[in-house]
C-alpha cells in the first residue's frame, strides 16, 4: 500500500468541550439547542467542501472522522460522485481500549460532553459500502479489503491494489 499516492490532511476543531445550551420557549414546547452541534454540522460541511474540491481535481480523499449523524454522510454522498462509506463496526469496550487521544477517557472524567456513542448518538450507517469488523480483523486485512472494495467500484486503478 506504500506505493499509493497519498496526502494527509490533519483537521482539528474544538472537540467534546463543555456545550454551550440555549433554552428557545416556544408555547408548550422547550428545546435545548448546543454550540456543540452547530461546531460539528459546519466541520463536517467544510471537510466534505474539501473532499469535493480534491476530487473534482483527480486526487483521491479518505475522510477519517466519527460523523456519527447519518446527515453528514449522506451529505458527502450527495456532494462527491466517487463515494464510498466505509463502516468500522466496533464495540464500545475496544473503542475505549484503543483510545489513543484520551477521548472515553475525557468523557469519564467529564470533560468531554459530546463524545459519540457515550453522550451523543451514534447513528449507523443503514447502507454502507463496505463493513469492516474493528474487533476481529487485523488493520491490515482491512485497508486491503477498502482497496479491493475501491478498485471494485472503479474508484482505485487495479495494480495498486495488490
Known amino acids: 500500500?506504500?506505493?499509493?499516492?497519498?496526502?494527509?490532511?490533519?483537521?482539528?476543531?474544538?472537540?467534546?468541550?463543555?456545550?454551550?445550551?440555549?433554552?428557545?420557549?416556544?408555547?408548550?414546547?422547550?428545546?435545548l439547542m448546543d454550540s456543540a452541534l452547530r461546531e460539528s454540522e459546519a466541520f463536517y460541511r467544510q471537510m466534505v467542501y474539501i473532499g469535493t474540491l480534491l476530487t473534482r481535481h483527480g486526487v483521491p480523499v479518505v475522510f477519517d472522522a466519527t460523523a456519527n449523524r447519518r446527515r453528514y454522510r449522506e451529505h458527502a454522498r450527495q456532494q462527491i460522485s466517487n463515494f464510498m462509506e466505509v463502516y468500522v463496526e466496533c464495540p464500545m469496550d475496544i473503542c475505549m481500549v484503543r483510545d489513543p487521544k484520551g477521548i472515553y477517557r475525557k468523557a469519564r472524567e467529564g470533560a468531554a460532553d459530546t463524545v459519540p456513542g457515550l453522550q451523543s448518538a451514534y447513528e449507523p450507517p443503514d447502507h454502507p459500502d463496505l463493513i469492516v469488523d474493528g474487533s476481529r480483523e487485523m488493520p491490515e486485512t482491512a485497508a486491503q479489503r477498502v482497496l479491493t472494495k475501491l478498485a471494485e467500484k472503479g474508484y482505485l486503478h487495479e495494480n495498486l491494489v495488490a
Open 1 to 31: 500500500m506504500s506505493h499509493i499516492p497519498r496526502l494527509r490532511l490533519k483537521a482539528t476543531r474544538p472537540r467534546y468541550g463543555h456545550l454551550k445550551k440555549v433554552v428557545v420557549n416556544n408555547a408548550d414546547q422547550t428545546s
